[in-house]
């Protein structure tokens, strides 16, 4: 262990001001949204000056970012999106939703455009930012903390910060666990296991968010068939594994009251959508109901070209009572763009996640496979929340999949960097 400290604070020395810039923005996905814009703003610019921002030095970020297979859905994405905004009429909220569509592509450019070793330096700081968040976790438990900026939604689960914290630790989770179960990986990240059973107790108990439960069970199942496909007996135990893990999961009370608790919520707004569903609002899965079947109406009224950009709100005030009028997003990345962008808007969307799939689909290495699963993490919560409409959880969570696939790529099955 004390060799590996070494080689890894040797291995910081050496880093460029992007490298530093990189780990800041990984560390910091833990911390309030505008401390992870400032982040990003410090990693755009040390890109731009770096080396004293050359021709051959520019022209070799822009060969990363072209180069990888998600650039074309990307380019789709944006054009289709800008050219939704010059046609269609706009609203109160289109500057808003163009930031954000912007800031989206913006994001993916960014990090594309990484090397290696500053790819690795945002794992590291996303890794050192989640170790970070569980020990002030579990400190609090022994010594209740000031409920300040900075750790507030840390402690308690108090709006989508919390639950994008949730979820970038579900994905840490996941992708530890990844690298503990893969053979030829070195003895140290063994240890990775532990991951999984330190954040499991948060997301029931501190920070309970059942989407971040069902992250795991859907990232783990995928991971492991992603790295155990050629080995058809160890992943049939390793399912049987992960299907009694599970099931013991779900007997733990919290957890089977909540899940239970969200399909009576679901089957309240089914039955009380007959007369405008005023008693959702107090209800997470019976609202997200009436959510997801409202904005299900806007894209299939106007399944080709939508509303507009920063149409949803105006429509949702026209189609529900005024008790649910303050939501202000969907809570489902692909409707939300649907509805103002018609259906080649989600599946442009789409499209960027397939891409980040099929990128290290065929890949063996246990960076691909954490990579892999980051990708499904992302994909669950842009399915049950807005991981890329609410910057709040898009700018780390997309971030942490982004430096994991660029990693990945260039790595491919070496590990001796790892």
């Not at 994905?171 to 999984?196: D, E, H, K, N, Q």
Request: aromatic content about 10%; glycine content about 6%.
């Amino acid at each position: 262990m004390r060799l590996f400290a070494n080689s890894m604070l040797a291995t910081i020395r050496k880093w460029s001001p992007t490298s530093i810039a990189s780990f800041m923005w990984g560390f910091t996905c833990f911390l309030p949204v505008g401390m992870v814009y400032l982040s990003a703003l410090i990693l755009l610019l040390a890109i731009s000056l770096h080396r004293g921002s050359s021709l051959i030095v520019a022209n070799s970020r822009w060969q990363l970012i072209r180069g990888h297979v998600v650039f074309w859905p990307v380019c789709v994405f944006l054009i289709w999106s800008l050219l939704i905004f010059l046609i269609q009429p706009h609203y109160a909220e289109t500057p808003s939703n163009l930031f954000h569509i912007l800031r989206i592509a913006v994001t993916i450019a960014i990090v594309l455009s990484l090397r290696r070793n500053e790819a690795l330096a945002g794992i590291w700081g996303w890794i050192a930012g989640a170790l970070a968040t569980l020990l002030i976790v579990y400190v609090n438990i022994l010594f209740p903390l000031p409920h300040i900026l900075g750790i507030s939604d840390l402690l308690v689960m108090k709006g989508n910060k919390s639950i994008g914290i949730a979820v970038m630790l579900a994905i840490f989770a996941c992708s530890t666990v990844m690298y503990a179960v893969s053979p030829s990986i070195g003895r140290v990240y063994r240890w990775g296991v532990l991951g999984m059973v330190a954040v499991i107790p948060v997301l029931i108990w501190m920070l309970p968010s059942r989407t971040s439960l069902l992250l795991i069970m859907i990232s783990l199942s995928l991971g492991l068939m992603h790295r155990l496909r050629k080995k058809p007996s160890v992943l049939f135990l390793a399912a049987i594994a992960l299907f009694a893990f599970g099931w013991s999961a779900y007997q733990v009370p919290d957890i089977q009251k909540r899940f239970s608790v969200g399909l009576q919520e679901i089957q309240h707004s089914i039955e009380a959508s007959a007369t405008a569903g005023d008693d959702v609002t107090q209800s997470s899965w019976g609202m997200r109901h009436l959510l997801y079947t409202k904005t299900t109406d806007m894209v299939l009224e106007r399944p080709l070209i939508g509303w507009g950009i920063g149409s949803w709100n105006d429509e949702w005030k026209k189609r529900t009572p005024a008790s649910v009028h303050a939501a202000n997003m969907p809570h489902n990345d692909f409707l939300w763009i649907g509805a103002q962008a018609g259906l080649p808007g989600s599946v442009s969307l789409l499209a960027i996640i397939v891409a980040l799939f099929w990128s290290v689909l065929r890949l063996q290495s246990p960076a691909a496979t954490a990579s892999f699963v980051a990708t499904a993490g992302l994909f669950v919560a842009m399915t049950f929340n807005s991981a890329l409409r609410d910057a709040q959880i898009g700018m780390s969570v997309l971030f942490v999949v982004l430096v994991l696939n660029v990693y990945a790529l260039s790595q491919a099955e070496d590990l001796s960097q790892v």
